[in-house]
């Protein structure tokens, strides 16, 4: 039987216990013991093996992740998750988590009944697909079969969250990898009840968001001279948007967003340009950038090339540092990892029964240059007042805690 008590990394009093129970290795201190496990990682020939290890450990020793989220953080998020899901039939080793199919309309409660549940469950949806090369191969782990009708899927997503409500009612849920158009047709009919976000509107719009803060503090400018360049209108970039509106120009493969422009969807009208007619037509990004001359670009990695290396860069996934001329510039990281946690836990520990967007915009504001947990708290307390101040705190004794032992407590229940 697997052991996951991490021993090592316990309190003084808890490990004297340990040793004197035969549990934990006296010579194995935390430094050690981390910079042990980093060396194993940093052997590891590619990502697929460095994932496969940090799996084993996540179930092995949990508590490892957090002095260590930014090199673990890589492996978790693209280019190298990409992977890792690409070869997931390939390189299954054992099931984790629940899994509900679309054949199961009807029965989900059953599937919630049956199965343990830890303080954190992950849940595959499994939509079946029409990828004929995913249907053809014999390792492929999802449902053979093409896709249903839309309205059976539809049936079947708002069967999963009613059932899920009812099960757990105290649970909080985060969506993750759904196509643009179900990503925000989901938050806009979801979020206003549940305590659910979107993993890539919410938090990518929250994260990115608070880096725009912080470079702006380095790069002083009246907002009427601050234009917003978004190159690509994924639901990333979108639900970065969603936060700022005024200053933004939407670019995608075909050019600018504008009224009346073929090919925009209905969570792109809103950023559709109004002073904006076609003229000039271009979908160059060079020719675009000295059109609109923006001051912010969300788009990535186009803002090095183009700048010259002039610019405060962060990335959401990770890549490998650049080079202009004779200096290397590393990408800071705008990763939900800062985020997602402290919204997380706040949501649950005040019992929210939404996630409003006061409280995405509070995580934002308590986004500090700190350590991970220290982040985290600072995050959170900022989200419960938000969510108090809403009127969606269910556990309302926090609202006599003053702002001083509030983060404490939110420590205190990581």
């Not at 782990?141 to 409500?165: H, K, N, P, T, V």
């Amino acid at each position: 039987m697997a052991c996951k008590f991490a021993t090592g990394h316990r309190p003084f009093q808890f490990r004297i216990l340990s040793i004197l129970l035969g549990f934990f290795h006296p010579l194995s201190s935390s430094p050690v013991h981390i910079q042990r496990l980093l060396s194993q990682l940093r052997s590891k020939g590619n990502d697929i093996e460095k994932f496969s290890f940090i799996s084993f450990l996540r179930s092995a020793d949990e508590v490892f992740f957090s002095p260590r989220a930014y090199e673990v953080a890589t492996l978790t998020h693209p280019p190298a998750i990409g992977e890792v899901c690409l070869g997931q039939s390939k390189d299954f080793v054992r099931a984790e988590g629940l899994f509900v199919a679309v054949h199961g309309k009807g029965k989900i409660a059953s599937s919630f009944e049956t199965n343990s549940v830890s303080a954190i469950l992950s849940i595959i949806l499994d939509l079946v697909t029409d990828n004929q090369a995913l249907l053809g191969d014999p390792l492929y782990l999802g449902l053979r079969q093409q896709r249903s009708s839309e309205a059976e899927m539809e049936e079947f997503i708002d069967e999963f969250f009613m059932e899920m409500a009812l099960m757990f009612p105290r649970h909080w849920c985060k969506l993750e990898d759904f196509s643009s158009g179900r990503a925000f047709s989901y938050s806009s009919r979801f979020c206003p009840r549940l305590p659910l976000i979107d993993d890539d509107v919410q938090c990518i719009g929250a994260v990115v968001l608070a880096g725009l803060l912080s470079a702006a503090l380095l790069l002083p400018l009246a907002p009427k001279d601050r234009w917003f360049l978004f190159y690509g209108t994924d639901s990333d970039g979108v639900g970065v948007a969603k936060q700022a509106r005024s200053r933004i120009w939407l670019v995608d493969s075909k050019g600018i967003l504008y009224q009346g422009r073929e090919g925009v969807t209905d969570y792109e009208k809103c950023f559709a340009r109004r002073d904006y007619a076609g003229q000039p037509t271009t979908s160059s990004f060079s020719d675009i950038a000295r059109f609109i001359k923006p001051t912010a670009l969300i788009g990535l990695f186009y803002s090095l090339r183009t700048s010259g290396g002039s610019v405060i860069f962060a990335s959401v996934s990770h890549f490998q540092g650049r080079t202009f001329g004779a200096c290397k510039w590393e990408p800071g990281q705008a990763n939900n990892t800062y985020i997602l946690p402290g919204l997380a836990l706040s949501t649950i520990l005040c019992r929210a029964s939404s996630v409003t967007g006061s409280m995405v915009v509070a995580s934002v504001l308590g986004l500090t240059k700190s350590r991970i947990r220290d982040i985290n708290a600072h995050v959170a307390a900022h989200v419960i007042r938000a969510a108090q101040a809403a009127g969606v705190d269910r556990f309302t004794d926090l609202r006599r805690m003053t702002d001083t032992p509030l983060p404490e407590f939110v420590r205190r229940k990581m």
